[in-house]
């Protein structure tokens, strides 16, 4: 078929005017950061960004660098994940961090050892009732079934009270962090089984993340929930209209964000081989940050899982990128909060030129 | 009696204390395109909303196919092969145009509940089918509804509706945000439709296009019917003395 031949009743559209898909423009930005920083690294500091430039191996890029980058962004890019499904169907989740902390702290609680060098596991939360050294699935679905239900909780405030998604998260935001610390009293909960350890050893955060990322890349693309996603971010009234189920699909955008969150809960405390009541704080401003810089639009009905992912990648690019420079930490912080205004700022002026041409 | 597609019964619609809709008594018949006049607030749009099952009506029977029905959403109405262009279009801006056509019932490749796997080729193929059966010219299907025209939204809207109503097309106002051109291009939609038999409710303020497009005007005021008109026995003045109520059909005296 011609590339002309879109068009019905005798009109021609011209495929060249076409604009690119909107992934490219942050692959573009993510390009230019690196450039940037490699830049800026020959010139100042006498070093490559990207490029290998010890003598002592023989790789062409600087494979540690890139390796850190993107670990160091593997954790919250799977919240990234859920966070974007929510913002593309219009909502917002600010519960996603505290969602990892309380997860953390009661999926480690059925991962712990019965003996630590011999002696009785000092750190373990059921001794009584003799839950230690279980299966490692246990942990797993424990965890799992925590994000689901916070999630559910958020769907359900957001679809039957109609409150707005802000303060329904806020409120588990708060909730949630207390629900952690309250668990152990505060107390960091360590000592888990090999089998739990070895979810966040190494590069599996980064293959977890991967993995999950094409998933719910083909499933935003190719299911009637992905469509349906974009739909109601677009036009929740019209999808109303229409005989879509706007309340069961809240519910579900929302309990599968909260189960990535506890995904996320899981690999980290599996990687930091404990868990803590203030684990993931400030994950959800992070992983908010990630969509937005994506080219997901906050009101809602754009955006795409490959556009979080390379978001999250211009994310571990600066901080990593910062550090290279042996700038402080501070700057880190302060420029992090400059990109996701830039990246918001991007968004309206792009929407505002799009419904200009309408 | 059997041709009779729509028929509504005393149908009354009361917001608290507001008669919105008092007592209509309203017939349609196969292939019949009837069109629906009245002032703004005299119960047009609040009478489409009762037969759409966008709203529950407070009294009074509707018939549909020879079957009477109580519908408690739109989704009801639509089953029984009622569907209708609103005001607002109801399309999501950032789909494309198989999306918006299908919204909400999705042609699925492989059934997995939420998660079933769309089939975009056959939803693409029949797009362009029913976009073919309506004559309308959008430039791309490709393109998201956000980069289109009024006229060209509208026309959507209006696929969408005549591809799925298998009985009964109701339209409220569908050009009174276009241009020339545009209003052109929906009223040759509507033709297209007569000429294919299929009925049509059309709400319209609009005297030149009704008597071009209609077979029969149907006057409402201050939340009653006032007048059922054939066409060929009426003029533009006469209906709008039944719109300002200075006139008042015998057979609805009661209602003035």
Redesign the interface.
């Known amino acids: 078929m011609a590339k002309n031949s879109?068009?019905?009743?005798?009109?021609?559209?011209d495929a060249g005017k076409r604009s690119w898909p909107p992934e490219m423009n942050v692959f573009l930005a993510l390009v230019l950061i690196v450039v940037a920083f490699e830049t800026l690294g020959r010139l100042f500091i006498g070093d490559s960004f990207l490029f290998n430039s010890r003598a002592d191996l023989d790789t062409i890029f600087n494979e540690q660098r890139l390796q850190i980058i993107i670990l160091q962004v593997s954790i919250v890019g799977i919240i990234a994940l859920g966070v974007t499904q929510v913002i593309i169907s219009g909502g917002i989740d600010l519960s996603s961090g505290s969602i990892v902390g309380a997860t953390a702290m009661i999926s480690m609680s059925f991962a712990q050892v019965a003996m630590v060098n011999g002696n009785p596991n000092p750190k373990a939360i059921f001794p009584d009732l003799g839950w230690l050294d279980l299966p490692v699935i246990i942990p797993i679905v424990v965890g799992i079934a925590c994000g689901a239900l916070a999630g559910f909780v958020n769907g359900a405030l957001i679809a039957y009270t109609r409150i707005p998604p802000f303060i329904a998260t806020l409120g588990m935001m708060v909730s949630a962090r207390g629900l952690a610390k309250w668990w152990s009293k505060g107390n960091p909960i360590s000592f888990p089984t090999d089998s739990f350890a070895s979810i966040g050893k190494g590069m599996m955060p980064v293959l977890i993340f991967i993995a999950l990322a094409i998933l719910f890349q083909l499933?935003l693309t190719?299911?009637?929930?992905g469509?349906?996603c974009?739909?109601i971010?677009?036009?929740e009234?019209?999808?109303r209209?229409?005989?879509?189920k706007v309340e069961n699909?809240k519910i579900?955008v929302y309990m599968i964000a909260g189960i990535l969150a506890s995904v996320a809960a899981i690999v980290l405390s599996s990687k930091n081989l404990t868990a803590q009541a203030g684990m993931g704080v400030m994950y959800e401003l992070d992983a908010i940050a990630m969509t937005v810089i994506g080219g997901t639009s906050l009101s809602g009905?754009?955006g795409s899982i490959i556009g979080t992912v390379l978001g999250a990648l211009i994310f571990g690019v600066i901080i990593s990128g910062f550090t290279f420079m042996r700038l402080d930490a501070y700057y880190q912080e302060m420029v992090k909060g400059v990109i996701i205004v830039g990246a918001v700022v991007l968004d309206q002026w792009r929407q505002r030129r799009?419904?200009a041409?309408? | 009696m059997s041709d009779i597609v729509l028929k509504t019964e005393g149908l009354t619609k009361r917001y608290g204390g507001v008669h919105a809709l008092e007592g209509a008594n309203f017939e349609l018949r196969q292939g019949e395109h009837v069109a629906i006049m009245g002032d703004n607030g005299a119960g047009k749009s609040t009478f489409v909303r009762q037969i759409t099952g966008?709203e529950v009506p407070t009294s009074g029977k509707i018939i549909f196919d020879g079957k009477e029905v109580a519908f408690k959403?739109?989704?009801d109405a639509?089953e029984v092969g009622i569907e209708a262009v609103?005001q607002?279009?109801?399309?999501?801006?950032?789909?494309d145009v198989p999306?918006n056509l299908f919204?909400?019932?999705?042609q699925?490749k492989f059934n997995?509940g939420?998660?079933?796997?769309?089939d975009f080729k056959a939803m693409r193929e029949a797009t362009?089918k029913a976009?073919?059966r309506t004559?309308?010219?959008?430039?791309?299907?490709?393109?998201t509804i956000?980069?289109?025209?009024g006229g060209q939204r509208q026309c959507v809207a209006i696929a969408r509706t005549a591809t799925f109503a298998s009985k009964l097309i109701i339209m409220d106002e569908p050009t009174a945000a276009l241009g020339v051109q545009e209003t052109a291009q929906v009223e040759n939609i509507v033709r297209t439709l007569k000429a294919n038999g299929e009925p049509l409710i059309l709400i319209s303020h609009n005297m030149r296009q009704v008597f071009d497009l209609v077979d029969r005007i149907v006057v409402f005021r201050r939340g009653r019917i006032v007048a059922n008109l054939n066409k060929a026995d009426t003029s533009g003045q006469d209906v709008v003395a039944y719109i300002t109520g200075a006139k008042t059909a015998p057979e609805y005296a009661d209602a003035a």
């Open positions: 879109e068009g019905v009743g005798g009109l021609k559209y499933i190719y299911t009637k929930y469509k349906h974009y739909a971010g677009s036009n009234e019209a999808s209209t229409v005989g879509i699909h579900l009905g754009r799009g419904g041409k309408g | 966008v959403g739109p989704l639509r609103f607002t279009l109801a399309l999501a801006d950032d789909l999306s919204l909400g019932r999705e699925v997995l939420p998660f079933s796997i769309l362009r976009l073919e004559a309308v010219k959008i430039p791309s299907l490709s393109n956000r980069n289109m025209s």
